[in-house]
């Protein structure tokens, strides 16, 4: 697999730790959250593989234009609508999570619409500049990042505030019934990788899901499923978890830096995520938009005075239902709605990948 | 062919009509028993000795056997003879002599530079690696890099650029090692630059630039012979202009602007410490300033709280918002930097010490600013200079206050944010088709190569 692609992966995975995710799977940690989870982590490593292995045989082909070439325009239209609402959901879902946290941590009294402003302009640019260059924002933003993350996992392991009691305590549930909510919610960590629908075009290289690949993914979701569960289980205790709206503010929030010229570990956390975040919701909404792109296409070519048109119509109304929705949602509502999202998403999901298996045997015949 | 045929011939008058009333402009017929040869020249470009010497004497000196007209194209001296007056005049204006002989014209580079001196490299000193830079003169510099890299696949080629000046302009290039797709770009650029006149390569460089509005430079400047080596040995473009003592590297990326020669010539973990002093200072002289505003306007509570309260204690009594009193000291350092970048050497000592020490001092006493920012601005002062492209530090220098302005309005996720837009911005660019900001080399040019397909 191409490096940019394990970058797609990890943008999502690490994203999902501060939006909805958590909060959804503390709900269920007495209805059969664990046995969802490892049921989840198994599946995602197989959607990955699936989803590689289809694109195999397009390397180099965006999923719009294999659609193009194999598919008659008024099927793929609602095809490439529902991707495109869907990822444009994910964004959403990050950005107004996140807008929510910087209003109640960071600057408490800042307007919503303010904070959500301060978004348009770097978000705007990403959704519209060249998708080789968000492939490479995304390596240097992970470069620049990675020495303050690595630190920030050593300070959780080894935080003297952990129970690993309540771990255990947590894991003592592992003989529930599997639940549906829990086992989609966790998928969603997995489908970053699915942004390749779009970034394919660039990615020339045949790529490989051999056990090497299947062995990282599923080290990496696992570690990644286990620090987003049990962490905040372990320092926040199990009993109470349920009642936290944003448990991993909470988490490391109870860490200190003794002799730091920052004491609480919290802002650096905020300001990490706030960067792995945004990449999220630029890649999530840059892929929609160019799905999007190919909905509205009207002839095979276009004037470019007809294209920044199109792209300016298509950012006004990314803005406007982001402002629309962000401000009427409630915490409750984003709770809730986010659930939906992840029980649709995986059905989704199911579905592009039997749409790309169905696309892979017309190219073979 | 008689010998009353000393008058010269229509083709020579005609030329030597357009030079016309030009007072350097020298007609001359040589006459000896049956030959004639006619010299047309400026004596302000051409050498005069080695006109005597190579021209001159020989005519007199060989004897009646000996053929004169074999004798001027045997010389190594010549220069290809142009279609077209036009042509052949801007020849004449750049130091050839135009030597007729019955019907064979020839035209005899005999060029007398004053600038071909070499200069010492100013603006980009190191401590190891030459001392000498280049000089303004185009032979002088092809001369400079041809002693230092000897292989037959160094390509120099000339360009005459159409605009007022008719400059010469020569591309030096490793065919083995370069893009002919870039090289093909260049050359298009080149061509198609559309003004009135040229005056060095840094204006050649600010037309070969294709955004009309742009902050960062795309191609680099430089005095120093190593850099344009390195350079070019990594596969890139030099552009020489004739009159300039500067040469253009194209394509250039972020990193190659944050590269200085010392580099090379150090030990592994010196050079380490250095880049990392380097990259260290930009982050700092771009970000800091926005970091005090943020911090202390919109989040106080982000630093421990004994520093916390150290930074507000300090700006007890400064009767405005932080913001104002940052652009204020800002402006004030940037108008300092530049003063005493034009002011002659004597007079700039003076007016930084009068500036920086004595203004920062009754600047905090008159309670204008907290003590902490004139350290917060005087070390953003200091660590612009850390980058080792001058071009790349005035850029930086804007970007500073993009993020100030942002950070002003946003508080500290403004300043991620800007920060991760000017990031964006910088991996968006392009410089001849590369990407302007990228990790990673090792596969660079075969990710390229993939694009261009």
């Known amino acids: 697999m191409s490096r940019f692609v394990y970058y797609l992966l990890i943008s999502n995975m690490v994203a999902n730790m501060i939006a909805a995710g958590p909060r959804i799977l503390f709900s269920k940690s007495e209805q059969g959250a664990i046995v969802s989870m490892i049921i989840a982590l198994f599946f995602g490593v197989f959607i990955n593989w699936a989803l590689i292995k289809f694109f195999n045989a397009f390397s180099g082909e965006s999923l719009p234009e294999i659609l193009d070439l194999y598919v008659k325009r008024w099927i793929s239209i609602p095809i490439l609508v529902v991707l495109g609402s869907i990822w444009y959901i994910a964004g959403l879902q990050t950005l107004i999570t996140y807008v929510d946290l910087l209003l109640r941590f960071l600057a408490p009294e800042m307007s919503v619409y303010t904070t959500l402003s301060m978004f348009i302009v770097v978000i705007s640019f990403g959704v519209i500049m060249k998708s080789r260059s968000i492939l490479f924002t995304l390596e240097l933003v992970f470069v620049m990042l990675l020495p303050f993350a690595i630190y920030y996992v050593i300070k959780l392991y080894f935080s003297p505030q952990i129970s690993w009691d309540y771990v255990r305590l947590a894991m003592s549930f592992i003989d529930n019934p599997p639940n549906y909510t829990v086992f989609s919610t966790t998928l969603f960590f997995f489908i970053g990788t699915f942004d390749i629908i779009v970034f394919n075009s660039l990615l020339k290289k045949k790529m490989i899901f051999g056990l090497k690949e299947a062995t990282f993914v599923f080290l990496l979701g696992a570690f990644t499923i286990f620090t987003t569960y049990f962490i905040p289980i372990g320092v926040l205790g199990f009993d109470r978890i349920k009642d936290f709206i944003y448990p991993w503010i909470f988490t490391s929030d109870s860490i200190r830096m003794k002799f730091g010229v920052i004491e609480r570990v919290v802002f650096i956390f905020l300001l990490i995520f706030l960067a792995v975040a945004f990449l999220s919701i630029m890649i999530h909404w840059h892929v929609s938009f160019k799905l999007f792109e190919n909905v509205f296409r009207l002839k095979k070519s276009m004037t470019n005075k007809g294209k920044t048109i199109r792209t300016c119509i298509l950012l006004v109304a990314f803005w406007v239902v982001a402002f629309f929705i962000t401000v009427r949602v409630t915490e409750y509502d984003l709770f809730t709605y986010s659930s939906y999202y992840f029980n649709l998403m995986s059905v989704v999901i199911v579905g592009l990948l039997s749409l790309l298996w169905m696309l892979n045997r017309r190219a073979k015949s | ?453």
């Open chain 2, 1 to 453: 062919m008689g010998e009353l045929e000393n008058e010269a011939p229509a083709y020579v008058n005609r030329l030597a009509k357009q030079l016309a009333p030009s007072t350097d402009v020298v007609k001359k017929t040589l006459k000896r028993k049956e030959r004639i040869v006619h010299l047309l020249y400026l004596k302000s470009v051409v050498d005069m000795m080695q006109l005597q010497e190579i021209i001159v004497k020989p005519f007199y000196e060989l004897s009646k056997e000996q053929n004169f007209a074999d004798y001027i194209r045997s010389l190594p001296y010549e220069t290809n003879m142009p279609s077209g007056d036009e042509e052949v005049l801007i020849e004449i204006t750049k130091g050839n002599v135009f030597v007729m002989i019955d019907k064979q014209i020839t035209l005899l580079e005999l060029k007398m530079v004053a600038a071909n001196a070499v200069q010492e490299a100013t603006m980009e000193p190191t401590i190891h690696g030459p001392q000498l830079g280049l000089s303004e003169s185009l032979e002088t510099n092809i001369n400079v890099i041809r002693q230092r890299y000897h292989q037959p696949s160094l390509i120099i080629e000339t360009v005459q650029l159409e605009e007022a000046s008719n400059r010469s302009v020569a591309l030096v290039y490793d065919t083995d090692l370069v893009r002919p797709k870039l090289l093909k770009d260049i050359k298009k650029r080149i061509q198609s630059i559309d003004i009135k006149l040229i005056q060095g390569s840094s204006d050649l460089q600010y037309h070969m630039n294709e955004v009309k509005y742009s902050l960062f430079p795309t191609s680099l400047l430089t005095e120093r012979p190593d850099r344009v080596l390195h350079n070019m040995a990594a596969g890139k473009v030099i552009i020489l202009v004739d009159g300039s003592p500067h040469a253009l590297i194209t394509p250039t990326v972020f990193f190659d602007f944050m590269a200085s020669m010392e580099d090379n010539y150090y030990s592994f973990w010196v050079v380490k410490l250095i880049q990392f002093l380097r990259y260290g200072g930009l982050f700092t002289c771009i970000m800091l300033p926005a970091l005090y505003v943020g911090i202390t306007s919109y989040t106080p509570d982000v630093f421990r709280t004994e520093l916390a309260l150290t930074v507000a204690a300090s700006r007890i009594g400064v009767p405005y918002p932080s913001f104002i009193e940052v652009f204020f000291m800002l402006i004030f350092i940037e108008l300092l930097t530049e003063a005493s970048m034009r002011l002659p050497n004597t007079i700039s000592a003076t007016a930084t010490t009068v500036g920086g020490l004595i203004l920062g001092t009754a600047a905090v006493e008159a309670a204008l600013t907290s003590n902490i920012l004139v350290i917060v601005v005087s070390l953003v002062a200091i660590s612009t200079f850390v980058i080792p492209i001058s071009e790349m530090n005035y850029a930086v220098r804007v970007c500073r206050f993009f993020l100030l302005v942002y950070t002003t309005v946003f508080g500290l996720a403004g300043l991620v944010l800007g920060m991760l837009g000017l990031i964006m911005y910088l991996v968006n660019k392009d410089s001849f088709g590369e990407p302007y900001l990228r990790l990673f080399g090792k596969n660079r040019q075969e990710e390229l190569k993939a694009d261009e397909q």
